[in-house]
């Protein structure tokens, strides 16, 4: 099956400063890759995703970046603000729409 | 955020009890999913189905038993559930089975004790 590695599990930036979480994912199957943000006491919130045809793709503050050689994939937000602190995991889905989620990074965005 | 919803959303359960979770989606999706998210460990599937036919079963205790009767409704069935099944139990749906976005429901807390 798939396995999903998520890194730092911990980060703490300063409001303004960027912050960039990492995934890899072993199965060459995959081929959708979501984020999605979890806030204390809320449900998972997809925030943007990518498929494997292209390597970037941009939403406002965020972006989400595939190499599908190297199996990786990077989310980055910009210009932080205190209410991007939240869980933020990674999902990478194998045969039909079985998903493996990343252990999640608890972000902190210091005022 | 109406679109998945799940009930109760807190449930505290002896040992000995049975008692059921219920999911609803208002989408219109055809695939519908349990997950178990416990402290310091990554969302863990449980069971999924597609067109109300069960397609995965994540070796999942029998204690746990989930329930489909339309693409609209999900159930799991607790009973002499142990103290380490506390967790948040969440529910999600998708469009249909494929690698496709999944969206979730607000989860039920639940305490065993």
């Known amino acids: 099956g798939e396995n999903v590695e998520q890194h730092p599990s911990t980060l703490s930036v300063q409001e303004g400063d960027s912050a960039v979480i990492k995934c890899t994912y072993s199965?060459?199957?995959?081929?959708?890759f979501p984020w999605y943000k979890q806030e204390l006491g809320k449900r998972p919130q997809l925030i943007i995703d990518i498929r494997s045809n292209v390597g970037e793709k941009k939403d406002q503050r965020i972006a989400v970046t595939l190499n599908k050689t190297a199996k990786h994939f990077s989310l980055h937000i910009t210009e932080t603000q205190p209410e991007d602190s939240a869980v933020y995991f990674c999902?990478?889905?194998?045969?039909?729409?079985?998903?493996?989620f990343g252990t999640g990074t608890s972000l902190t965005v210091i005022p | 955020e109406t679109g998945v919803t799940q009930t109760p959303r807190h449930l505290v359960m002896g040992m000995t009890n049975k008692k059921s979770l219920k999911c609803e989606q208002h989408?219109?999706?055809?695939?519908m999913y349990w997950y178990k998210q416990s402290a310091k460990k990554p969302l863990e599937l449980m069971f999924v189905y597609n067109f109300k036919e069960q397609t995965e079963n994540n070796s999942v205790p029998s204690r746990f038993s989930p329930e489909c009767p339309n693409s609209s409704h999900l159930f799991l069935h607790l009973h002499t559930l142990q103290p380490e099944d506390s967790a948040l139990y969440l529910c999600?749906?998708?469009?249909?089975?494929?690698?496709?976005?999944?969206?979730f429901g607000p989860g039920t807390r639940l305490l065993v004790l």
């Open positions: 999902a990478a889905p194998t045969t039909g729409n079985q998903f493996y």
């Open positions: 999600a749906s998708s469009q249909g089975w494929g690698q496709e976005t999944q969206y």
């Open positions: 199965d060459s199957a995959s081929n959708y």
């Open positions: 989408l219109g999706h055809n695939a």
